[in-house]
């Protein structure tokens, strides 16, 4: 009984050992994918809506750049506009009232043209026809020319508004991600300019593991494999992940591996990407990665 009990200890001795033997541990680093939010024009920050720490949504506004002299522009080209359709609705009353004068002279020269040839009238006054035929020609090819630049305007005027309507948007500072706001740069009433940094948003569905496999563990990973992940101060739960990415040469390598004990000293990058409980990890916080081969 006694060398039963003892053989089934030294079983679950064994086994346990081979458990721990098919892991690879190894301590990892949390990290993630960093977007900068930029001015893309320059001027002045009217406010910064958001605070280190807060987590935001994508789209979210964060910051605004004073907009009054756009604002500005704005009205002026309505006032403009309303000016535009102003005179093209009299003018499209004008060509009414010109259409009708040519077609009355129009038809006067036909009348003229044939009691001319019956000898009814005489050769002026079919002549003073044709003159005042022309000059409604005349005026009424100027008024559509008139028109057509009045359209023109119009549509300079469309062009314009999308441009204020585009630099207003450059004005109106959205988060990239959804994240939680890491750093700010700048603060309400500051001059901003192009290209600069307002603020750094941490994408929260990039965050990853960065861990270093030793060259003789390596081989035993591949793509996509689960991995256990341990964090400091809860090692009652255990977070998952998958491999997503490996190092594309080895670190803290030698210049020229000559040895294979210099081999056993490489390091390999290996990203394990977190697939849940995102709000538990912080960049930078420490963790243990488990993987089973």
Known sequence: MKKTAVLLGLLAFFFS????????????????????????TAGTLDSLLVQEGQAVKKG?????????????????????????????????????LLALNFDYWQKQVQRFERLKQSQS???????????QLKEARTSLFELDRSLEALQIQKER?????????LAERDMLLLSPVSGVVLETFISA???????????????????????????????????????????DGMEERSFSGRISAFGRKAEFSPKYIVAEKERQALLY??????????????????????FNQ
């Open 17 to 40: 050992c081979q458990k721990k033997e098919s892991e690879i541990r190894a301590p990892g680093v949390v990290d993630g994918e960093i977007a900068s939010v930029k001015a893309m």
């Open 189 to 231: 009433g500051e001059n901003v300019f192009p290209g600069v940094a307002l603020a750094d948003v941490l994408d929260l569905a990039s965050l990853f593991v960065d861990v270093f496999i030793e060259e003789k563990e390596i081989a035993a990973l591949k793509l996509g494999q689960q991995a256990r992940i341990i964090v």
């Open 269 to 290: 990058q290996v990203k394990v990407r977190l697939d849940q409980d995102l709000d538990v990890f912080k960049i930078g916080m420490p963790v243990t990665v488990i």
């Open 157 to 165: 005027i469309a062009n314009k508004r999308q441009a204020f309507n």
């Open 121 to 131: 009238i005489s050769g002026d006054q079919l002549e003073r026809s044709r003159l």
């Open 60 to 96: 979210e506004l964060l910051a605004e750049i004073n907009r009054d002299k756009l604002r500005n522009g704005i009205e002026e080209l309505d006032l403009a506009g309303r000016e535009i359709v102003n005179n093209e609705i009299r003018a499209r009353e004008k060509r009414q």
